[in-house]
């Protein structure tokens, strides 16, 4: 990212060319601003400069006569065009120069500087978050910040202080970490307030407006957040961030939703990928119980107050070992990712919602062995066409398997015993298409038929009794097999 405060010397502005707009004949001139590494384009008419210059020469005290003059006649020609290309470039490249250290307000925004400077766009956040910030915080103590802008703050607090003609101290980077330490919510996505990168993480390695800054290669830490009680990442992945430890004694909720990680260590462990550690060596480690319940890759890398955890709309194959960092667990949500086993949930004693809808999972073996008081388990949109390894999940409290392959009534049998379960959901299996299919699955419930919600709907009074009659039925059979 540009920081022409550190780079100034080894900064260029340059106008490599201009286009004239067919309709409207108006004629803008493509201005290619580098600081550094860093390359961002800017479109501006004649008029903008004029109205720039205007500016500047009442405020910075520049000569009238840098800017070249405005011509009324003949100023569509291409050789006039070209000439004012090289003159307005000059002038551009005249104004960096006498102004070597600072840009004026009025330049740095002309150029968009407050876009893609680390100086300048922070400037711009501390500006609203000293007019607007107690609103912002007393409203809602959440608050979406672009991966730039924490990249900016993370390095900005590694700087000294730049030289600064801010009157009234508006700008003062003091207003942003004054607002960062009083969040309890931070959102961080590729660019702000976009949300076509809330549905496509391939969006992660498209640069940023006109420049090449890529939002998934800006590595920042969050020590300007220490308060942070939810995180929440989308499109932008959480192995960005080098040092996440200053959140994890205060974090209670992490989302990460729409990335290409594969495996939960690369979000609990993010921090362990910047260290001299191979982290999935240590997954055997971690999926082994250790003996003493505290060894030190625990202890050391413990989320102690984490009780959410929502990772939709991933790529991840498994629950790896490292969800036993986060031992405090309640809510486990894995929707959207490509999931086949359930594993190393054992060590969760207080996971109460799990969540895999929209898995590849096709079977389920003896889960009461390791989700023994799950009260919510989501299963819609995976592969199961038996349910005989839920049948001792005794605290489910609501069950749904919408969209599976289900197609026999009597794998309603497993699910009808748990003595706590309230909600039912099999909308979408083959067996929900049958004749009566709503008083069959009923009756399987027997005398707790009227409890019961099925498809997110309690059982109609016909339906009721319709179940009670089947219902009898099947204990009739089921008595005369037991003979």
Not at 46 to 66: G, P, T, W
Not at 220 to 241: G, M, P, V
Not at 423 to 446: E, I, K, M
Request: a negative charge.
């Amino acid at each position: 990212m540009s920081c022409y405060y550190r780079q100034h010397e080894d900064s260029s502005v340059t106008i490599p060319k201009y286009s004239v707009e067919s309709s409207a004949g108006i004629t803008y001139y493509d201005i290619k601003v580098r600081v550094g590494t860093v390359e961002w384009f800017v479109e501006r008419r004649y008029r903008d400069f004029a109205q720039l210059h205007d500016k500047l020469v009442e405020e910075a005290n520049i000569s009238k006569k840098l800017l070249p003059p405005k011509k009324l006649v003949g100023n569509k020609q291409p050789a006039f065009l070209e000439q004012r290309r090289e003159q307005l470039q000059v002038y551009l490249q005249q104004l960096l120069k006498h102004f070597a250290n600072e840009l004026p307000r009025l330049l740095a925004e002309f150029l968009d500087f407050n876009k893609y400077d680390i100086i300048y766009l922070l400037q711009d956040l501390a500006k609203l978050f000293n007019e607007n910030g107690d609103a912002l915080l007393s409203s809602k103590k959440e608050y979406n910040l672009s991966a730039l802008e924490v990249y900016a703050i993370s390095e900005r607090l590694g700087l000294p202080c730049p030289p600064s003609t801010d009157q009234g101290g508006k700008f003062d980077f003091s207003h942003v970490l004054d607002f960062c330490t009083q969040l309890a919510a931070l959102v961080v996505t590729p660019v702000k307030d976009n949300a076509s990168f809330a549905q496509d993480y391939n969006t992660v390695d498209v640069p940023i407006g006109r420049s090449n800054i890529i939002p998934n290669r800006l590595s920042f830490n969050l020590n300007a957040f220490r308060n942070l009680k939810t995180l929440k990442f989308s499109a932008l992945s959480t192995e960005n961030i080098v040092d996440i430890d200053v959140v994890k004694p205060t974090l209670e909720a992490m989302c990460v939703h729409n990335t290409t990680i594969t495996h939960i260590y690369q979000v609990l462990l993010c921090d362990n990928l910047h260290k001299a550690c191979d982290v999935p060596s240590t997954l055997p480690t971690l999926q082994a119980a250790p003996p003493n319940g505290n060894d030190a890759l625990l202890s050391t890398d413990s989320w102690q107050e984490l009780s959410e955890l929502d990772l939709t709309g991933n790529l991840l194959t498994q629950i790896d070992g490292s969800v036993r960092t986060a031992p405090k667990l309640r809510c486990l949500v894995l929707e959207q990712n490509r999931i086949r086993t359930v594993e190393n949930l054992a060590e969760l004693p207080h996971l109460q919602l799990l969540s895999l809808s929209g898995n590849l999972i096709s079977e389920c073996i003896d889960w009461h062995l390791t989700m023994g008081n799950l009260v919510t388990l989501k299963l819609a949109q995976n592969k199961l066409k038996t349910l005989n390894g839920l049948r001792k999940l005794l605290s489910l409290v609501h069950l749904d398997l919408s969209c599976n392959l289900v197609e026999q009534l009597e794998e309603v049998d497993h699910v009808a015993q748990l003595p706590l379960l309230e909600s039912l959901n099999l909308t979408g299996n083959p067996l929900a298409g049958s004749v009566d299919y709503r008083p069959r699955v009923l009756a399987r419930f027997h005398g707790r038929a009227a409890e019961i919600s099925l498809d997110n709907e309690r059982g109609s009074q016909q339906e009721l009794d319709t179940a009670l009659v089947l219902s009898a039925l099947l204990q009739s059979k089921q008595r005369q097999l037991q003979k």
